[in-house]
């Protein structure tokens, strides 16, 4: 049993990773698919008086989402070394904060679940990615996410000097 536990989390990174991994090259290539979803998005948006935010050089570009996944995507694996598990948990933090976002944007907004006729697998990709992802960050991976995150804290916390050596 203690062999699965172990691995356990190993795989669900492996799953996200490849999820990330073969989204980007949608995203990077400018693929039609990926035009029809951000453009949908930024139709949205702009409706709302705010303009080109899921544009090519918005804030949240395809581009701009793109290297937040492939990051994800980096620190998980990553994270499959022994000492580097903290990374695993930065990268399902990543991972969740993406994906929460994805679909919450397939659910509240005129996107929908099946924007490219696929019969929402894009969708459920993006469920089961936030799905293991809060596997991760609330269970098999919360002690490495607090001690990634004091790590991340002690970056900014001042020094006796004023200054980090």
């Known amino acids: 049993m203690s062999f699965v536990r172990k691995l356990t989390p190993h795989a669900l990174a492996g799953f996200m990773a490849v999820i990330f991994l073969d989204s980007l090259r ?4 400018d693929h039609p698919k990926t035009q029809v979803i951000f453009g949908a998005l930024d139709a949205w948006a702009g409706s709302l008086g705010l303009e080109g935010l899921f544009g090519h050089t918005g804030l949240f ?43 919450s944007f397939h659910l509240f907004t005129p996107l929908g679940i099946d924007p490219n006729h696929d019969g ?17 960050i609330l269970g098999l991976r919360r ?6 995150a004091q790590a ?14």
């Open 152 to 165: 991340f804290a002690a970056l900014f916390a001042p020094t006796a000097h004023g200054y980090r050596a």
């Open 120 to 136: 929402a697998g894009l969708f459920a990709a993006a469920c089961a990615n936030l799905a293991f992802s809060l596997v991760m």
């Open 143 to 148: 002690r490495e996410l607090a001690q990634f």
């Open 61 to 103: 570009s395809q581009y701009v989402i793109g290297s937040v996944e492939l990051l994800a995507a980096a620190l998980l694996i990553a994270g499959m070394a022994p000492r580097m598990q903290r990374l695993q948990a930065a990268g399902s933090l990543a991972a969740f904060l993406v994906m929460a976002g994805a679909v």
């Open 26 to 29: 949608f995203k990077f290539t």
